[in-house]
């Protein structure tokens, strides 16, 4: 498992590095993705745990092969060992043995490889005008076969668990079990919007106490406003596994200030179509301290509005909107996928990247716009630097959460001194909700669990607000001379002793905090002694078999021969549905 946790953040790091973002950023997209509440709550399933963290890794293979044939323009290209990598990772995944995560997976790299393909013609039609006009279609349309053929190699790779597979779907007991509307259903209800930024707002199966802020003491939970026995703390209309999806307070600020330093390009046009550089002459006015591409926004354009883009689409999918009759009727085996919620998937990919981006921003302007050069003029805009509409948006931002936060710690410290109304309130909710009814017991208990969780909104916006209001206002350190960005990325460690990387590793801390106190014990934890693997935690029926066997009884459970658990049908009977019990 946490090895699994581990390759996540390795294969995040290592796209936000193909994106040519600073190590620190790259990191911070790394820690989201590795630590976000759809994997960490996902580990129960450990199929999902070996596909979930390799799409970033395709995606960065991706990357790197059509930038190399952008570099290149109209000459040949063939990505030999880029192909066999992706194909390799394909493999990975199709081997994990989830059908919906290779789905997922492949949906995602084609629409990623086709836009890419789209910017790469146009790059090189732009910077190849005297050539052949046919040239930069024919160089683009052989790049699309080489990738198609990494996603067939790598799909075959995975044959031996895919065919089965295949030759079993017509059997699935999902086939035409449900409809349209029932499958909708079971997509995220629309107050599930509220756990994006109070991720227990509707409880955790892993809690078993509240926080009595009146008494200041842990009191267990024992009994709900029925009278009824309980032992955890769950009023959610979807299970928590299924509604998972937490990425940090800063990921949604720094998703927002990317989207809104692209926007800002995008209605400028400053940008060459399809060059990751600007086409301003003004650029060569910071050439001489910095390399271009340091400039980060232009190289950040492309990727966030894809990623924005796709973040949009998995929530509208993710909570049952019309817009999932599309796959629910167009895709060959999707009326099978009973769980649009699973889009949660690629929201979380995009909103770790999109994290990424806006902190790669935060760092740009750091190193453009402070240390003497608050009033450089921004090569995008006529604009001092400091000035410019998305950073002031981006102040605007900050300050807000940081202001929300506050609000949000003060509204906790009121109903200390003086709980009445807030006692009221939640018996009011407990008295208005048959679910509420049955996790707590009266409006006393109700609050004081929520307000946990609304102190924990409240110190992280306080902290990620004024955290990022600083790195905005503040005096960041410029990249020293030959410190700067080289074209594939500086290759610095991200734990720098400069000034600007120890603010984004704060930050990144932070946010560390702030998922771990969403989820971090979400996940039991047993003493290694009681694993069946030690002569201690063998468990007395397993002792008896192997007595039984003929084996040495005191000897532990990996001597037992190999067995398996399985069930058998009737000729032309369908599958066993595995649910059941």
């Known amino acids: 498992t946490a090895l699994q946790v581990a390759i996540a953040g390795v294969c995040m790091y290592l796209f936000g590095r193909a994106l040519r973002l ?3 950023a790259a990191l911070f997209g790394a820690v989201v993705y590795m630590f976000s509440g759809f994997l960490i709550v996902s580990v129960v399933f450990t199929m999902f745990l070996a596909a979930v963290p390799w799409l970033p890794l395709l995606l960065a293979v991706i990357e790197v092969i059509v930038r190399k044939q952008e570099e290149k323009g109209v000459r040949s290209f063939r990505p030999i060992p880029y192909t066999a990598v992706g194909a390799a990772v394909i493999g990975l995944v199709v081997l994990a043995g989830h059908p919906e995560l290779i789905y ?45 053929t990494m996603a067939v190699l790598g799909v075959g790779l995975g044959a031996v668990q895919l065919i089965p ?18 499958v909708l259903g079971w997509a ?33 939970a024992t009994v709900n406003a029925l009278g009824e026995p309980i032992h955890t703390i769950f009023w959610g209309i979807k299970n928590y596994v299924e509604g998972g999806n937490y990425l940090g307070l800063a990921t949604w600020l720094l998703a927002a200030i990317a989207i809104v330093e692209a926007a800002r390009l995008l209605g400028k046009r400053r940008l060459e179509n399809g060059e990751w550089r600007l086409g301003d002459s003004r650029t060569s006015a910071l050439s001489s301290s910095q390399p271009i591409s340091n400039l980060q926004s232009p190289i950040s354009t492309l990727p966030t509005f894809f990623f924005a883009g796709l973040a949009i689409i998995s929530l509208l999918f993710a909570f049952g909107t019309p817009l999932y009759a599309i796959l629910f009727y167009g895709l060959p085996g999707w009326n099978q996928l ?75 410290l009121a109903s200390i001194v003086a709980p009445g109304p807030f006692v009221a309130f939640g018996q009011r909710i407990v008295d208005g909700s048959d679910l509420a009814r049955m996790a707590f017991a009266d409006g006393r208990m109700f609050w004081s669990y929520q307000a946990a969780n609304v102190a924990h909104f409240g110190l992280v916006a306080l902290l990620v607000g004024m955290i990022v209001f600083w790195m905005l206002k503040g ?21 720098s002793q400069s000034l600007n990387r120890l603010i984004a590793l704060s930050l990144i801390a932070v946010t560390v905090l702030d998922l771990f106190l969403a989820h ?14 030690t002569e201690q935690g063998t468990p007395s029926v397993v002792k008896f078999i192997n007595e039984r066997e003929g084996l040495d009884a005191p000897r532990p459970a990996p001597l037992a021969p ?20």
């Open 22 to 24: 600073r190590a620190p």
């Open 104 to 148: 997922y997976t492949m949906l995602t790299a084609g629409a990623y490889s086709f836009v890419r393909l789209i910017a790469a013609y146009v790059h090189i039609r732009k910077t190849h005008a005297g050539a052949d006009r046919r040239a930069p279609l024919l160089r683009t349309v052989k790049l699309g076969g080489w990738l198609l």
């Open 165 to 182: 597979l295949v030759e079993l779907l017509p059997l699935n007991f999902r086939e035409g079990s449900a409809s349209l509307a029932e």
């Open 188 to 220: 995220w209800p629309v107050r599930h919007v509220l756990t994006f930024a109070l991720p227990n707002v509707f409880g955790s199966p892993s809690h078993h106490q509240w926080f009595d802020i009146w008494t200041r003491t842990w009191t267990p």
């Open 338 to 412: 009973h769980s649009p919620f699973r889009w949660v998937f690629p929201f979380t990919l995009s909103m770790a990247t999109l994290g990424a981006l806006g902190l790669n921003v935060l760092l740009g302007w750091m190193e453009r716009g402070r240390g003497g050069d608050a009033n450089l003029q921004s090569p995008i805009s006529n604009l001092p630097i400091s000035q410019s509409p998305s950073r002031l948006i981006s102040q605007s931002l900050a300050a807000l959460l940081a202001f929300a936060g506050l609000a949000a710690l003060l509204l906790v």
């Open 475 to 495: 005096k960041g350190e410029r990249a020293r001379k030959g410190e700067g960005e080289t074209p594939i990325s500086n290759l610095q460690s991200p734990i």
């Open 520 to 533: 971090g014990q979400f996940n039991p934890a047993s003493d290694p002694k009681l694993s069946p693997w």
């Open 562 to 581: 190999d067995w398996r658990f399985t069930t058998f049908n009737a000729p032309g009977k369908k599958t066993f549905n595995a649910n059941v019990g």
